[in-house]
């Protein structure tokens, strides 16, 4: 059977992301302190992730390619696909 990826959850940008999670997203939250992007949305990544290009990428994951995603800061290339180690090539 195949692992599942868990939901997303919101953590405030201050919080040390846990470990094996990434950031898939950022966003303003008013329960957080400070203001414009203030908040990480974090999930443990499934097979195949697009991440935000800060984000810490678990042990057993590689980077595959950057690329650009509207739900994360910056402009041009500001996340990137990872893969599972076993799922690479197959």
Do not use: F, Q
């Given at each position: 059977m195949?692992?599942?990826?868990?939901?997303?959850?919101?953590i405030?940008?201050?919080?040390?992301?846990?470990?094996?999670?990434?950031?898939?997203?950022?966003?303003?939250?008013?329960?957080?302190?400070?203001?414009?992007?203030?908040?990480?949305?974090?999930?443990?990544?499934?097979?195949?992730?697009?991440?935000?290009?800060?984000?810490?990428?678990?042990?057993?994951?590689?980077?595959?390619?950057?690329?650009?995603?509207?739900?994360?800061?910056?402009?041009?290339?500001?996340?990137?696909?990872?893969?599972?180690?076993?799922?690479?090539g197959?």
């Amino acid at each position: 059977m195949s692992e599942r990826a868990s939901r997303n959850r919101v953590i405030c940008i201050d919080r040390e992301v846990p470990e094996g999670w990434v950031v898939v997203g950022v966003y303003h939250n008013e329960a957080c302190s400070g203001h414009d992007n203030n908040a990480l949305i974090i999930k443990r990544p499934g097979r195949r992730e697009l991440i935000w290009s800060d984000s810490p990428v678990p042990p057993g994951y590689l980077r595959v390619k950057t690329t650009h995603s509207d739900h994360c800061p910056g402009d041009g290339e500001n996340a990137v696909v990872i893969e599972r180690e076993d799922a690479v090539g197959s």
